[in-house]
């Protein structure tokens, strides 16, 4: 399985960005899906999954300002950020909800004050 995260850059407090994760090598559509994150000095944590019906779950820092959505016939998951603050600066990476896959480069998103 292939993994490949774009929409990642510099954005200030406030804004919002659209990440893409486009995945290959694999049936998409039967997956749960997931975004993770990592900041430097921290562990990569989960932001938000969505089940393979598109139920949706979401870490209670980012709940209400992300959204995380799925087009199965692109096999790509997406990642809606609005309201960003600093704190939201890692590394974005998607993967199955479970992680077991091999991991992607990421895309950094980085939020300035």
């Known amino acids: 399985v292939q993994l490949v995260e774009s929409g990642g850059g510099l954005v200030q407090a406030g804004g919002s960005l659209r990440l893409s994760c486009a995945a290959s090598g694999t049936t998409f559509s039967i997956y749960a899906m997931a975004w993770f994150r990592q900041s430097p000095g921290n562990y990569r944590e989960l932001v938000a999954s969505i089940s393979s019906g598109g139920s949706t779950n979401y870490a209670d820092s980012v709940k209400g300002r992300f959204t995380i959505s799925r087009d199965n016939a692109k096999n790509t998951v997406y990642l809606q950020m609005n309201s960003l603050n600093p704190e939201d600066t890692a590394v974005y990476y998607c993967?199955?909800?479970?992680?077991?896959?091999?991991w992607g480069q990421g895309t950094q998103v980085t939020v300035s004050s």
């Open positions: 993967n199955r909800a479970s992680a077991t896959w091999d």
